[in-house]
C-alpha cells in the first residue's frame, strides 16, 4: 500500500497489500505542497495520519482487522506516534535508457 502523491488529490493506492507502506512523489517540492493532505513530513520522512489511512481504504471489516495490525506491528517498531505512521518516501522511477 502506498500513498500516491504524485497528482493534485493524493490518495491511497494498492490498499489489498498491506505488507509494506511508503509515499510516492513525483519530487520533495511536490509532496512537501501535498503533505497537508496526508500528514506530514520531518527530516526527509513522511507521517501519514491513522485515520486518513483508515478513511482512504475500502473500509471492510478484513481490510479493517489487517490494517489494525499493521499499525500493531508499526507500534511495535517505533513507527507509530502521535497517530502518524512512518512511512519512507519512494521517488520517481528511472527513465529508461
Given at each position: 500500500m502506498y500513498v500516491d502523491a504524485r497528482h493534485d488529490?493524493?490518495?491511497l493506492a494498492e490498499t489489498d497489500d498491506l505488507t509494506r507502506f511508503s509515499v510516492v512523489a513525483?519530487?520533495?517540492g511536490t509532496l512537501t505542497e501535498r503533505a497537508g493532505q496526508f500528514g506530514r513530513l520531518a527530516d526527509g520522512v513522511a507521517f501519514v495520519r491513522c485515520?486518513?489511512?483508515?478513511?482512504?481504504?475500502p473500509?471492510?471489516?478484513e481490510w479493517s482487522a489487517a490494517l489494525d495490525a499493521m499499525f500493531a506491528f508499526a507500534e511495535s517498531s517505533g513507527w507509530l506516534t502521535d497517530g502518524h505512521v512512518q512511512a519512507h518516501i519512494v521517488g520517481p522511477e528511472p527513465s529508461p535508457a
Open positions: 488529490h493524493v490518495r513525483d519530487d520533495l485515520d486518513w489511512i483508515r478513511d482512504s481504504g473500509g471492510t471489516p
